[in-house]
């Protein structure tokens, strides 16, 4: 999360009360790299455009994200422990983390896809989509960089 810290990229701290908050109201604990990026960015701002990602936000992220599977069809299931942390304003995409999976889990997304012109969207998770929290979120940063020069 350094990065955030050296960008003139516009974000907002949470504080350890709404952290503690979040983890009651999921009945979670939450990894360490979540709450560390909850400290640097869970009060919003700029940085995650088009993604709801604030530390309020997230208890409905993941009832959305179960509508989403819903209304795709999925096969898909949304596990117990998941941790909605982005959703695509919208609804169609969503990134989450689980609890089980340690201090630094993986990131794993859900984006309907077309495999050519002419299919139908297919509609999967992809998981360990990113092997970090760091690298999702570095990931969001270059692009938003590139499409904000």
């Not at 982005?86 to 993986?106: H, K, N, T």
């Not at 509609?123 to 690298?135: F, G, P």
């Amino acid at each position: 999360m350094r990065q955030l810290q050296q960008s003139t990229i516009f974000v907002r701290p949470c504080s350890e009360d709404d952290i503690a908050v979040l983890e009651d109201r999921l009945g979670l604990r939450l990894p360490d790299a979540y709450k560390e990026f909850l400290r640097w960015t869970g009060s919003g701002g700029e940085l995650f455009g088009g993604y709801r990602f604030k530390v309020t936000n997230v208890p409905f992220n993941r009832e959305d994200a179960i509508e989403t599977l819903h209304e795709d069809s999925s096969s898909e299931v949304l596990p117990e422990d998941a941790i909605v942390c982005f959703l695509q304003q919208g609804g169609y995409a969503f990134a989450f983390i689980r609890a089980s999976e340690g201090v630094d889990p993986p990131v794993h997304y859900y984006l309907p896809v077309r495999t050519s012109p002419n299919s139908p969207l297919e509609s999967k998770i992809v998981w360990n989509h990113s092997s970090n929290l760091e690298e999702f979120c570095l990931e969001k940063i270059n692009w938003f960089i590139k499409v904000s020069s």
